[in-house]
Each structure stands twice: as structure tokens, then as C-alpha cells.
């Protein structure tokens, strides 16, 4: 596995740079932010990689950051999704607020990604929950102090339904900005999480 490339910045395409690295230059697909921050050729860069190995071809997929590349393996693990749907989901915006569109159910958000559809965003949301690391996020219903009095109530009730603390934060961090401020509701919405209602 090559897990790092550092060298000189040759080129660069809409979707790829061309470093050199002992005298071999090679083709590495990215992100467009991470591109677009790469600098002027002939600089220093550094990128960490993925190597994706198939029957035909070897491709190297570069990031700013380990988390980024993180993101990107378990964006592969979904159904349905290839590289260039991972890197499109990458390019979109900050890679908190893609996590954050992911763990809180965002159909909207990542059905504008393009090549993204609402099936897909479906399957995205599905198939990653729990799996998304969630700390560093804000949660988007902590806002006002009564949203975050309904969470700590919230976390309250389902520690005693079972879950660990970790778990019922998880569940609070998913609930949808627009979530009503019924704690009844509220719980549904996060035993929904769980699979559970």
C-alpha cells in the first residue's frame, strides 16, 4: 500500500496532480479543494494516498489529511459508490459538514452532489450510520439553550433505555436541524437512529 507520496508538483488536471518522486511521476486523483491547494508547479507537496487495485488498473487517490482519506475508504464501503462519487462527495464542501450531512440524515444535501442521487444519498445515510466519526461535530439542535436542555433530558432517557452515553450522543448529533422540540418526538426520532422505531 502506498499510504503517503511526497515530490514535485509537475501538473495538474480537473480532477488529478502529477507528482515526480524519484524520477517517477505519478498520476494521483484528489479532491478539488485539495487540488486547488496544492500550490504552483515545481513546489514541494505531500499527499496521503490510496492505492486502489483492480484487474486493469492501479490508481492513486491523494488527500490533504488522514481524515479526509479516512472518509474516502469508508465512503468505498458503500453499495453503489466508486471513486469518482467518493471524491464528487469530498469536493462538495468541508469534510465536517459532510460528515455532519451524513450522520444527520441530509437526503437534500447529498442528493445536489453530482452524480448523487436520492437513492444513493438514501443508501449513503443508511449503510454509514454509526460508522461516521462524529466527535469535533457541533450538534445542530445544541443552539439555543432549550434545544440543548431537551438533548440532556433526551440523553437521560435513553441511558436508561439501555444505551451507553457515546451511543445517545451519536443519536442526538443525527437528529435533523428541523427536529421538533417534543421530547416525545425527539425520542422517536432517535430510536429511529437505532432502528428501533
Given at each position: 500500500?502506498?499510504a503517503s507520496?511526497?515530490g514535485?508538483?509537475l501538473?495538474t488536471?480537473?480532477?488529478y496532480?502529477?507528482?515526480?518522486t524519484?524520477?517517477?511521476?505519478?498520476?494521483?486523483?484528489?479532491?478539488r479543494?485539495?487540488l486547488?491547494?496544492?500550490?504552483?508547479?515545481?513546489?514541494?507537496?505531500?499527499?496521503?494516498?490510496?492505492?486502489?487495485?483492480?484487474?486493469?488498473?492501479?490508481?492513486?487517490?491523494g488527500f490533504?489529511?488522514?481524515?479526509?482519506?479516512?472518509?474516502?475508504?469508508t465512503?468505498?464501503s458503500?453499495?453503489?459508490?466508486g471513486?469518482?462519487?467518493?471524491?464528487s462527495?469530498?469536493?462538495?464542501g468541508?469534510?465536517?459538514?459532510?460528515?455532519?450531512a451524513?450522520?444527520?440524515?441530509?437526503?437534500?444535501r447529498?442528493?445536489r452532489?453530482?452524480?448523487?442521487?436520492?437513492k444513493?444519498?438514501?443508501?449513503?445515510v443508511?449503510?454509514?450510520?454509526?460508522?461516521?466519526?462524529l466527535?469535533?461535530?457541533?450538534?445542530?439542535?445544541a443552539?439555543?439553550p432549550?434545544?440543548?436542555?431537551?438533548?440532556?433530558e433526551?440523553?437521560?432517557?435513553?441511558s436508561?433505555?439501555?444505551?451507553?452515553?457515546?451511543?445517545?450522543?451519536?443519536?442526538?448529533?443525527?437528529?435533523?436541524?428541523?427536529?421538533?422540540?417534543?421530547?416525545?418526538?425527539r425520542?422517536?426520532?432517535?430510536?429511529?437512529?437505532f432502528?428501533?422505531a
Amino acid at each position: 500500500m502506498i499510504a503517503s507520496i511526497r515530490g514535485i508538483l509537475l501538473a495538474t488536471g480537473l480532477d488529478y496532480a502529477v507528482i515526480e518522486t524519484g524520477g517517477v511521476g505519478f498520476q494521483i486523483f484528489a479532491p478539488r479543494p485539495v487540488l486547488g491547494a496544492l500550490g504552483a508547479f515545481g513546489d514541494a507537496v505531500h499527499l496521503y494516498t490510496h492505492l486502489l487495485v483492480r484487474e486493469d488498473a492501479l490508481t492513486l487517490y491523494g488527500f490533504a489529511t488522514t481524515e479526509q482519506r479516512q472518509l474516502f475508504e469508508t465512503l468505498l464501503s458503500v453499495s453503489g459508490v466508486g471513486p469518482k462519487v467518493a471524491l464528487s462527495l469530498l469536493s462538495s464542501g468541508p469534510i465536517d459538514e459532510l460528515r455532519a450531512a451524513i450522520a444527520g440524515g441530509d437526503i437534500a444535501r447529498l442528493s445536489r452532489v453530482p452524480g448523487i442521487g436520492k437513492k444513493t444519498a438514501e443508501r449513503l445515510v443508511l449503510e454509514l450510520k454509526g460508522k461516521i466519526d462524529l466527535r469535533g461535530l457541533p450538534t445542530p439542535s445544541a443552539a439555543t439553550p432549550a434545544a440543548a436542555a431537551a438533548n440532556a433530558e433526551l440523553a437521560e432517557m435513553l441511558s436508561s433505555l439501555g444505551f451507553s452515553t457515546g451511543e445517545a450522543n451519536a443519536a442526538i448529533a443525527a437528529l435533523p436541524a428541523d427536529a421538533p422540540p417534543s421530547l416525545e418526538e425527539r425520542l422517536r426520532l432517535a430510536l429511529r437512529y437505532f432502528g428501533g422505531a
